[in-house]
């Protein structure tokens, strides 16, 4: 779906969705920004980082209302968002399960310390219940895209962490919910899972570079390709 999600999700039915996986653009501080190395594009801090940010609270909410009782949301963070998300969602209602931490392969310049991980929260609607792999675990290393290998999106995660969420937390052909698609990814790995998705994207630049890749991995999968 195209637009702000805050929009488009109201038009979901009520406890319709399985689980939902979120990455939403992210707060940067100015000390963030003030330590940047002159390798980042000049305009990194406007579109994704500083621009239009939905209050969390009120993309939370709907989440939980789109969400089926007793089922699972994943929610990426930085470290400067992460006490403001687990407020408001805990004030929403959701209960904290885990916070899962993906350890990069690429690392951002800071001055409290070299940021190499990224922190996923793992929390739960109603009654807990276990996922389907209980041997995963919560922590695991991340290949980042990069430029060269054709990344798409410049917040673009790995499938490998979402297609493990997708697949420990609902069913087969389970309803999969990600407010903030960017290039699709979340998509991707409910493709290779086999459960249906619902994406969201403001943007529209990203909004076809999202169709594109989604449709072309259906493709692959309809020729035999793995
Ligand atoms: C952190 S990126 C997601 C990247 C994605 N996980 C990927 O792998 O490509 C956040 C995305 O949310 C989009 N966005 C920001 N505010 C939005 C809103 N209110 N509704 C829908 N999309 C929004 C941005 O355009 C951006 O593409």
């Known amino acids: 779906m195209k637009g702000d999600c805050l929009v488009r999700m109201k038009e979901i039915p009520d406890k319709s969705v399985d689980c939902v996986i979120a990455d939403p653009p992210y707060i940067m501080t100015k000390r963030g920004k003030s330590c940047s190395p002159n390798w980042m594009p000049d305009n990194m801090g406007e579109n994704v980082f500083d621009g239009d940010i939905p209050n969390f ?8 209302q789109k969400l089926k009782n007793d089922s699972h949301i994943y929610i990426f963070t930085n470290t400067v968002s992460l006490q403001r998300i687990l407020n408001d969602a805990t ?12 350890i990069k392969d690429t690392n951002m310049p800071n001055r409290w310390y070299l940021k190499c991980c990224e922190l996923v929260l793992f929390m739960r609607k109603g009654l807990a219940y ?33 297609r493990m ?6 069913p087969l052909n389970g309803i999969i919910l990600d407010p903030f698609m960017g290039s699709g990814t979340t998509g991707i790995a409910c493709l290779n ?12 630049n990203y909004f076809s570079i999202a169709k594109n890749r989604i449709l072309t991995r259906y493709n692959e999968l309809q020729r035999g390709i793995k």
């Not at 609270?57 to 939980?64: A, H, K, S, V």
């Not at 792999?133 to 490998?160: A, E, N």
């Open 165 to 170: 969420f997708v697949h420990n937390s609902t």
């Open 193 to 204: 899972t086999g459960r249906n998705f619902i994406g969201i994207e403001k943007d529209d």
């Open 57 to 64: 609270y009120d993309w939370l909410f709907l989440c939980y």
């Open 130 to 162: 276990p996922i389907n792999d209980m041997t995963s675990k919560d922590w695991l290393h991340v290949v980042m895209p990069k430029q060269k290998d054709g990344k798409l999106h410049v917040t673009q995660k790995p499938v490998k962490p979402v």
């Open 91 to 102: 004030a929403i209602g959701f209960k904290l399960h885990n916070i899962i931490t993906m």
